[in-house]
């Protein structure tokens, strides 16, 4: 251990000094951790020395008749990954009350979303420490650079968090980049008679006096994008899916009738998605089905993915296949964003090629075809290198991005296509991935094929493929 460069009294003797020049001389004095993690996109996104493993967050909630109100206490586990004399966390908005690290408080000043915490002895690389943040205030939604709207969603009485790619920072400290995955327990507390839904698996529900504490509790890894709450008036459902996996729906009471037959397929969905990609990747499944107005997309928010209104079948399957292409096997940054919407593209295909509907095949000779006539963006970009931050959910990324791994199936065949799908979401299982790991998983699982021409002309290269 060493503390941060003290001052030397004159009077000290000399033997003291000189064993401190010397510890310092040795080099255990910490440095501050890096505010961003590079990220090609979002470079401040995330923050350099160190690694969360828990999150542990006490959220209060009171959406009130003014400005909604939130009360917070994030406690973060983490392991130092350098020695560190400060480190940031990312906060988005919110006043912040106090940071304590180890249980002594510490210093601690803003810049933009950047939260720069001085704790009050370095700490040492590989020491596993805690940082407990109290905070309060409104929180915010964010205009992502494509114009959507992500963060804290106040809805009708009650709230939405969604958090792709960077809205989590809106209502907790944390290291928001994808390559950071935690376990989590988030207690959420609301005014009786509301419900707060989030992810992995409700602990408890207690109510005293005029609030109820919902306590939910996630095992498995997650990364912070993927993190919601969602409070509200909500019919909730348990049920069990083949195999005893629980299954948790809330659904806005003015969506339940029209939802419940396509609710009804979630156990059917889960079993075909494991039988094309292996085992299911958490404790529980479910979904959140809030109202239309509420948000403008669908999110594979972990366990359990968010709807605004009632989901089609086809957004059913692709937010639950995304469990294990996107929340199970993460980008490691949001360049490789296609390695969740390729798959989760393509999984429709080959839904619609396994229940009567059009041959995967079929869907990809029309988009080669006519494409462009419904969105010309189609060509834009090659689906591993978008164009900037505000091209990550276009859609070359998705539709290209499926196209890719159709590429893979007609080279491979059928049998060793599903081995190689199921192989990757087993090998980066709870994990993270990028595009170059996928393209040299690829050419291992295969290795007497050539796959040059479709990395170049359909992975990054410009333009429209000359060949199908
Ligand atoms: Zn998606």
């Known amino acids: 251990m060493s503390r ?58 009171a959406p009130g008749s003014g400005a909604p109100r939130l009360t917070g206490e994030a406690t973060l586990t983490a392991r130092a990954t350098q020695s560190l004399s400060a480190f940031d966390l990312d906060l988005d908005g919110m006043d912040v009350q106090s940071v304590e ?3 002594s408080a510490a210093r601690w000043n803003r810049d933009g979303q950047e939260l720069t915490v001085r704790p009050r002895h370095d700490l040492d690389r590989g020491e596993t420490f805690r940082t407990t943040v109290r905070y309060r205030g409104t929180p915010r939604t964010l205009t992502d650079p494509d114009g959507s709207h992500e963060g ?53 529900e207690r109510t005293s006096g005029d609030r109820t504490a919902y306590a939910w509790h996630t095992g498995e890894p997650m990364a912070t994008y993927v993190a919601t709450v969602a ?23 003015t969506e339940a009738k029209a939802s419940r ?11 075909w998605a494991r039988y094309n990609f292996g085992p299911y990747p958490f404790s529980s499944t479910g979904v959140i089905v ?14 359990r993915p968010v709807f605004p209104g009632t989901p089609d079948l086809e957004t059913l399957v692709h937010e639950l296949v995304h469990q294990w292409y996107g929340d199970s096997v993460t980008p490691r940054s949001w360049r490789d964003m296609w390695l969740n919407e ?36 189609l060509w ?43 192989g990757w979401a087993a090998a980066h299982r709870h994990g993270n991935a990028d595009t170059a790991q996928f393209t040299a998983y690829v050419e291992k699982m295969a290795p007497h094929q050539d796959f040059s021409t479709i990395w170049a002309d359909w992975l990054y290269g410009e333009g429209k493929p000359a060949h199908r």
């Open 101 to 103: 690290v180890e249980g």
């Open 4 to 61: 941060s460069a003290p001052l030397v009294p004159s009077a000290l003797p000399v033997l003291l000094t000189a064993f401190l020049l010397t510890a310092c001389g040795a080099g255990v004095h910490g440095t501050p951790g890096a505010e961003g993690l590079r990220d090609p996109y979002f470079p401040k996104a995330g923050n350099g020395g160190y690694d969360v493993t828990h999150y542990d967050l006490r959220l209060d909630y």
């Open 152 to 204: 804290w969603l106040p809805t009708r009485g009650g709230a939405l968090a969604l958090g792709e790619p960077v809205g989590s920072m809106a209502w907790f400290p944390g290291n928001h980049h994808p390559s950071d995955k935690a376990t989590y327990d988030i207690t959420v507390t609301v005014p009786k008679g509301l419900r707060a839904v989030s992810n992995g698996e409700l602990r408890s």
């Open 380 to 422: 834009a970009f090659p689906p591993a290198k978008p164009s900037g931050p505000g091209h990550i959910s276009d859609t070359p990324v998705y539709q290209r991005g499926a196209m890719v791994l159709h590429k893979i199936r007609q080279t491979v065949g059928d049998d060793r296509f599903y081995d190689i799908v199921q």
């Open 261 to 271: 037959k396509v609710l009804a397929r979630i156990p059917e969905i889960i079993e």
């Open 290 to 303: 809030d109202r239309p107005d509420t948000a403008e997309y669908a999110l594979e928010t972990q366990n």
């Open 231 to 253: 409070v509200g008036r909500y019919d909730i459902s348990r049920s069990t899916a083949p195999g005893g996996l629980p299954v948790y729906t809330a659904v806005a009471p």
């Open 342 to 377: 390729g798959f989760a593209t393509y999984a429709e295909w080959l839904w619609g090629e396994d229940h009567g509907g059009d041959s995967a095949q079929r869907t990809f000779d029309a988009l080669y075809d006519h494409g462009e006539d419904d969105d010309p963006d």
